[in-house]
């Protein structure tokens, strides 16, 4: 069975906000259970994570949450979406690959992007804890669906590139493709330190190097 992401009604603009008031209680209380779950699985991991914790942690029962979830495997996709969601919203049209015109340009739309990743993998820590520690050791669907982001991440980044190479700010003998994983393995390295060395200024200063990276070592001489 396919799984219809979140991250596709994004793009195709059909994601709607509930109505009514009924809508907007059920909205939270779906919320609520899928971050409780987030802080039962970052703390006690997902195999040892019980419906029952999910649902005592909330003072629910166990109806309750079925009415939601159908297990606590099916968080875990709700989770991802919603990390999709963001980093979608993040990147809007301001930030969309075709977007920078000029060196410059794109200077600043790296500068916006790093902050927003930043903003969503590393200050909510448990984003990361769960999807590199937790969610890989799931089952294979679940394996096969993060690698499918990581690939989708590449080719993002490709999009980038190919067009900075296009309109000639960056350099033409570019490998965009390779650039792009080399990339995502930089971002992925960036949130891993920045678990394990979450002060602020630690965080900043890699950043800064990993943004140098993408633009000194690419551009156009």
């Known amino acids: 069975m396919t799984h219809h992401s979140v991250i596709d009604d994004c793009i195709i603009g059909q994601v709607t906000k509930p109505s009514t008031r009924a809508e907007r209680r059920k909205a939270e209380l779906r919320q609520e259970i899928i971050d409780t779950a987030f802080v039962c699985f ?31 495997r099916d968080i875990i996709d709700h989770v991802i979406d919603d990390l999709a969601a ?3 919203a993040a990147l809007g049209l301001e930030n969309a690959p075709d977007a920078a015109a000029t060196l410059d340009e794109y200077r600043a739309q790296v500068d916006r992007i790093g902050s927003a990743l930043t903003e969503i993998l590393v200050t909510d820590r448990r984003i990361a804890q769960l999807l590199l520690f937790h969610a890989t050791g799931i089952d294979d669907e679940l394996t096969a669906r993060l690698y499918g982001l990581l690939d989708t991440a ?3 980044t490709a999009g980038y590139l190919d067009h900075g190479v ?8 570019l490998d965009t493709m390779n ?3 080399a990339v995502t393995g930089m971002l992925l390295a960036g949130v891993v330190h920045g678990l394990r060395e979450p002060d602020e200024q630690s965080v900043t200063a890699l950043n800064q190097a990993i943004r140098r990276l993408l633009i000194d070592g690419v551009r156009k001489d």
Not at 64 to 72: E, G, L, M, P
Not at 166 to 173: I, S, V
Request: aromatic letters at 12%; zero cysteines; proline letters at 0%.
């Open 86 to 88: 963001r980093i979608v």
């Open 179 to 181: 650039t792009a994983r």
């Open 166 to 173: 296009e309109l000639g700010y960056l350099r033409a003998d």
């Open 42 to 72: 970052a703390e006690k991991g997902y195999h040892a994570t019980g419906i029952a914790d999910i649902a005592g942690q909330l003072g629910i029962g166990h109806g309750t949450f079925y009415r939601y979830f159908s297990n606590k």
């Open 154 to 156: 590449d080719a993002l």
